[in-house]
């Protein structure tokens, strides 16, 4: 399977616990994409990345949130202390712009994560 | 305001029916748009692109009108498997809006 894959795809942690999920895009996409979505609400842009290079985050996104793509391939997003309002959907995307602009962006299956 | 709007429905329509979808965008730069339809707990997958000139692909026509900001989605003749969530999103940043529930009945 050639698309983008992420791991775990669920999650279920206790509140106050650290949690990390993995995104492998597509191999030759240079941007990388991640969204929070809970139920009836659309894809929450949270950040994404150039090849290693972060370019934007979401000022909704909290310091307890990180982000990393140290080689500019798969990327990692870390929750630091969780809480209950942090249960969601964690969607990954990858893409390969062409003159600046993004042609088609592919979505992983997301990891759901669960606080209780 | 949010960079993409929606309004989230449900839209409710027969089978056969022409539904119409609209998102607005705040940023006047955006040059062009992604429809992306996204079915009940599954990832959003590309359904067309939006530039300036349109885009019709069978039953779906999709339209950007840059003077009012927004973009449209034209589903014609719909079919019961066209119930899903349609998610408007903008080229440059891969911002979405709500979605737009759509639900055919028979």
């Known amino acids: 399977d050639t698309g983008v894959s992420q791991d775990p795809r669920h999650k279920i942690t206790k509140r106050g616990q650290n949690v990390t999920f993995r995104c492998d895009p597509i191999?030759?996409?240079?941007?990388l994409y991640w969204y929070r979505q809970t139920l009836g609400q659309g894809p929450e842009f949270l950040t994404y990345?150039?090849?290693?290079?972060?370019?934007?985050k979401s000022r909704l996104l909290s310091d307890r949130f990180s982000a990393e793509r140290p080689k500019g391939s798969f990327s990692t997003l870390e929750i630091q202390r969780t809480e209950q309002g942090d249960s969601a959907m964690y969607l990954c995307?990858?893409?390969?712009?062409?003159?600046?602009?993004?042609?088609?962006?592919?979505f992983g299956q997301g990891t759901r994560l669960t606080v209780v | 305001r949010k960079e993409v709007e929606q309004d989230p429905g449900p839209f409710n329509v027969p089978e056969g029916a022409t539904v119409a979808f609209n998102c607005t965008y705040s940023?006047?730069?955006?040059?062009?748009f992604f429809w992306y339809r996204q079915d009940c707990r599954k990832e959003p997958k590309l359904l067309m692109s939006?530039?300036?000139s349109g885009n019709e692909d069978g039953r779906f026509t999709a339209q950007l009108n840059r003077a009012s900001q927004y973009i449209s989605l034209l589903i014609r003749d719909s079919k019961l498997s066209d119930s899903a969530t349609y998610l408007c999103?903008?080229?440059?940043?891969?911002?979405f809006g709500t979605g737009t529930r759509l639900q055919v009945f028979p």
């Open positions: 995307a990858s893409s390969l712009p062409r003159g600046g602009l993004n042609t088609e962006a592919f």
């Open positions: 191999s030759e996409h240079n941007r």
């Open positions: 990345f150039q090849n290693e290079a972060q370019l934007e």
């Open positions: 940023n006047s730069a955006s040059q062009s």
């Open positions: 939006v530039y300036s």
């Open positions: 999103g903008n080229t440059d940043k891969l911002i």
